[in-house]
């Protein structure tokens, strides 16, 4: 099962872009990479996913690099609201369907 | 749309009671999961439904049972509670598994359970 490696805590400052990184050197062609975020204990919720292609919606950027062994979220504008613990996953290739195995995450503190 | 509703929010249990976590959706999503969530830590898999009638177990379904009887619903029943069951239980659903790709999972707020 491919692994994922991010850094424990990051801060940044309030309005600038937040950046955070994640590697996956074992991921396979098929695996997606998934980005969640879980603010102060409530249910993680979906940011945006990938597979090659770096991807935007209206919360964040993907990019995904050519080798697909890291990528990195990027918060264009980042608020108070966006404090929060950001988890990288990678879909597993084990027997359960779509299990998404969750690390400890990068601890975002948004500052003002 | 209210999404993944799990019921209840809190909850005290005394060692050796039992209780149903409920978890409902209203998004026609084919799977179901339940994790675990214990302090300062990840998400752990506890049992998962790709579908009605099918359920299968996860990485920690120890102490646990579930059922799928319609799309719409998947309880998680623990039969004796223990200390170590104290945890933060949360439900999620998907519109498909592995076998599509890139379908997010919708998560509900949770059900925080305390053993005594």
């Known amino acids: 099962d491919a692994k994922t490696t991010q850094p424990p805590s990051m801060d940044c400052a309030e309005g600038r872009a937040a950046n955070l990184p994640c590697n996956h050197s074992t991921i396979s062609g098929n695996e997606y990479v998934y980005w969640y975020r879980q603010i102060h204990s409530q249910g993680p919720q979906y940011i945006i996913h990938g597979l090659k292609n770096n991807e935007t919606n209206e919360m964040a950027s993907l990019i995904i690099t050519e080798d697909r062994k890291s990528s990195t979220l990027i918060l264009p504008h980042a608020t108070l609201r966006d404090t929060a613990v950001y988890y990288c996953?990678?879909?597993?290739?084990?027997?359960?369907?779509?299990?998404?195995?969750f690390g400890k995450g990068t601890k975002l503190s948004v500052k003002p | 749309n209210a999404g993944v509703t799990q019921t209840p929010k809190f909850r005290i249990l005394k060692i050796g009671q039992s209780m149903t976590l409920q978890c409902t959706q209203d998004?026609?999503?084919?799977?179901m999961y339940w994790y675990r969530q214990d302090p300062g830590m990840g998400l752990k898999l506890i049992y998962y439904s790709v579908g009605a009638g099918i359920t299968d177990k996860g990485e920690v379904p120890n102490g646990y049972n579930v059922s799928r009887s319609t799309t719409e619903d998947f309880p998680l029943r623990l039969e004796l509670a223990a200390p170590s069951q104290t945890s933060v239980y949360f439900c999620?659903?998907?519109?498909?598994?592995?076998?599509?790709?890139?379908?997010?999972?919708?998560f509900g707020d949770g059900t925080r359970l305390s053993i005594l």
């Open positions: 996953i990678v879909r597993v290739t084990g027997g359960s369907q779509g299990n998404l195995i």
């Open positions: 998004m026609n999503h084919n799977y």
């Open positions: 999620a659903s998907s519109y498909a598994g592995r076998e599509v790709g890139g379908q997010p999972q919708h």
